[in-house]
């Protein structure tokens, strides 16, 4: 529920603000408007976006209220979670250059279809892993007010980080789609702060939330199954 007891609704203008937020960076490096691949990743983090929240306040206000606020974070984690942004919004003006101003990367199409349907995969991720996990909140943080419990059902039968295994196919997929090798370069440097969050994560949870011990014996990857 919202501060004044009402359940929250999707907010249009803070995906709209994105959109033409994110647009913005993307068409100004590249120097045009003329780039399908940027208008099809826009579509797909916009669509995407409203369709997982019009989920949540259907089906699990409470999550969704969460999500929209980050109380109660640790100092650690308010670091990575700063970080991260800043690094995207450095990333999608490096593949503009990269792939029309200066069209200095050759990515094949069939490459971009790929990238595509990464970031549409990742939607599904979030979803199963929204379905299956109401603590799911932006920070990582104990819900004792909610009755923090650790979830082990869904996604989280296979890694332990379900969401952050979404990003990492988002972080593969943008560049693909964008059709930039120098953004596929940079994806090493994020998927190690996902790995770093992922591991301060367990370290906090293991520590404070009953259960999760156990699980991590039972599930040993983190992000990729049979890989990490």
Avoid at 177 to 185: C, F, K, P
Wanted: glycine share 8%; net charge positive.
């Amino acid at each position: 529920m919202n501060e004044n007891g009402s359940p929250p609704r999707i907010n249009l203008r803070r995906a709209a603000f994105t959109c033409v937020g994110l647009g913005t960076f993307l068409f100004l490096a590249a120097g045009t408007l003329r780039w399908a691949g940027a208008w099809t990743f826009l579509l797909e983090i916009t669509i995407g976006g409203l369709i997982t929240e019009a989920w949540l306040a259907r089906h699990d206000p409470g999550l969704l209220a969460e999500r929209r606020t980050a109380r109660d974070q640790a100092g650690w984690d308010r670091v990575i979670t700063t970080i991260m942004p800043l690094l995207w919004l450095t990333w999608l003006p490096l593949m503009a250059l990269d792939a029309v101003r200066y069209q200095t990367s050759l990515v094949p199409f069939w490459l971009q279809y790929v990238g595509a349907a990464m970031i549409a995969a990742s939607f599904y991720i979030v979803y199963r892993t929204y379905r299956e996990n109401s603590y799911a909140a932006p920070v990582v943080k104990i819900q004792r007010e909610r009755g923090h419990a650790a979830v082990t059902t869904g996604p989280y039968a296979y890694v332990r980080h379900p969401i952050y295994a979404s990003g990492l196919l988002t972080y593969v997929g943008t560049p693909l789609l964008l059709g930039s090798w120098y953004g596929l370069a940079i994806v090493p440097v994020m998927a190690a702060l996902l790995g770093l969050r992922s591991l301060m994560e367990e370290r906090m949870l293991t520590a404070e939330l009953d259960g999760y011990a156990e699980y991590l014996a039972r599930v040993r990857y983190r992000l990729v199954p049979m890989v990490w």
